[in-house]
């Protein structure tokens, strides 16, 4: 039998990165082995889970380039089949009607609470053989002695004693199944053979594999991947950047760039960063897992991201540019000489629209403070001996535009600064640029003339 994999949210709302991570190893994990990864929805939670959840995780999938093998699973689907087990379990004793009240188990709880005993159900009704009534429970009956062992695929061997686990609730008292049972009956109608989760999960793994046990099913290996934390060391939360894998996209991220930083975020090979999609199936199993916390940075991200994007051809740069902002689409060797120019200044693809307003859009709303500043009577003059200079250039680049620069330097017999910023304000709207001259060169003379004019009357 093949090794499958799952990866099971719950549609409640949109995917996070520390969802995306356990994914990419389940998925990673099936394939370097060349088996299958499955996506199951555990949707039991019919108030909070919604349509366009279900649609925003797989949509954040198919952004990421990782496709699952067989059509969504759906938990709510399976409810007669997960209460067909129950019914199984109820035969063979291994499950029991539980009619305890709430405020009896609450009792019980505070009363283990003040004796310093761990809260668990203590069995009341575990031998009275209840027959089915309304307002109970289905409980299961866990074993009262021996261990739990298993040997965790990033953890290594694990041991939980049952003396510390309660007989817990299959069946609540509106006869819906609960959590842990549900999974242990999709884990083993779907096939799975091994669960790749995250460590929040691990404290229900000894819980899940005696109700495999009392089913008689074969158990599916577990591995529990650590937290993603923030650098500050505490859970992640949308202050580190923990938003929804779909907002990443938004912020201009590439998701190649994206699934390598998270995948990095806890395995590694050697001192290698960069690895494509089958450079990972390739050598997933080579590597390591870390079984300690991962601290998550946008700064790293980002670092991330602009490597990748300096890896791209600039044709296919635009390509992508041209569908996402329609300024790209319009001239392309004009957009091929912006990119080129702004390339450096940019870490996310939102950048390259950011960094490339002006040479697409008039500048003509000026920062007021700023202006004042550096439109000053002086700062026009300049302006005004840099235009009769740049009216006589014939051969329109960089370097004529340059010396024209230059030229007005040595007739006013001012530094650069003195002509660079009213310049640099004019023609841009911004004192934030790439070189001067080598803007003007790719706006063009009719429109560097015509900018540099309006601010002239529009200031002087």
């Keep these: 039998m093949g090794i499958v994999s799952r990866f099971a949210p719950s549609p409640t709302g949109a995917l996070h990165i520390g969802g995306l991570r356990t994914a990419i190893f389940a998925w990673f994990f099936a394939k370097t082995y060349k088996g299958e990864c499955l996506i199951r929805f555990e949707d039991t939670d019919r108030q909070r889970s919604k349509a366009e959840y279900t649609q925003s995780i797989l949509d954040s999938f198919l952004w990421m380039g990782i496709e699952f093998d067989r059509d969504p699973f759906f938990q709510s689907q399976a409810k007669n089949r997960h209460l067909q087990i129950v019914k199984k379990l109820l035969k063979e004793g291994k499950a029991y009607y539980c009619n305890c009240s709430n405020e009896r188990l609450k009792g019980l709880r505070e009363g283990q609470q003040r004796a310093g005993i761990k809260p668990k159900y203590d069995g009341k009704c575990r031998e009275l053989n209840l027959d089915k009534g309304s307002k109970q429970v289905v409980r299961f009956k866990n074993p009262q002695s021996g261990m739990v062992n298993f040997k965790d695929l990033v953890r290594g061997s694990i041991s939980i004693s049952n003396d510390e686990l309660d007989d817990l609730i299959l069946v609540r008292e509106d006869g819906t199944p609960t959590y842990n049972l549900s999974v242990v009956v999709d884990d083993l109608d779907m096939g799975i053979t091994h669960v790749i989760r995250g460590e929040d999960h691990i404290n229900n793994t000894p819980r899940q594999i005696n109700i495999f046990k009392a089913i008689g099913a074969q158990l599916p290996e577990y591995g529990h991947v650590p937290m993603i934390l923030g650098e500050d060391k ?19 991220i590439l998701p190649e760039a994206l699934l390598n930083y998270l995948v990095r975020l806890g395995w590694s090979l050697g001192d290698a960063e960069f690895f494509t999609l089958e450079e990972l199936v390739e050598n997933f199993q080579k590597g390591k897992l870390n079984n300690s916390p991962a601290i998550f940075s946008l700064d790293k991200l980002y670092w991330y991201n602009r490597e990748y994007l300096s890896r791209y051809k600039l044709t296919d740069l635009l390509t992508k540019l041209s569908k996402l902002d329609k300024h790209f689409s319009a001239d392309h060797k004009y957009s091929l000489d912006v990119l080129n120019l702004i390339k450096d200044r940019c870490s996310t693809l939102v950048d390259f629209t950011l960094e490339s307003q002006y040479f697409f859009e008039d500048t003509n709303d000026f920062d007021t403070n700023l202006s004042r500043k550096i439109f000053t009577k002086e700062g026009l003059e300049v302006l005004v001996h840099l235009n009769s ?29 003195k002509i660079g910023q009213p310049f640099r304000l004019a023609i841009t709207g911004t004192m934030n640029s790439p070189s001067i001259d080598k803007i003007a060169e790719i706006l063009g003379k009719e429109t560097v003339i015509f900018r540099l004019d309006r601010v002239i009357k529009e200031f002087s």
């Design 234 to 252: 505490k859970r992640m939360s949308k202050r580190h950047g923990s938003v929804g894998v779909l907002e990443f996209r938004e912020m201009g």
């Design 389 to 417: 200079y740049i009216e006589t250039i014939e051969d329109w680049n960089a370097e004529n535009i340059h010396h024209a620069m230059n030229s007005v330097i040595e007739g006013l017999k001012i530094n650069m600064s």
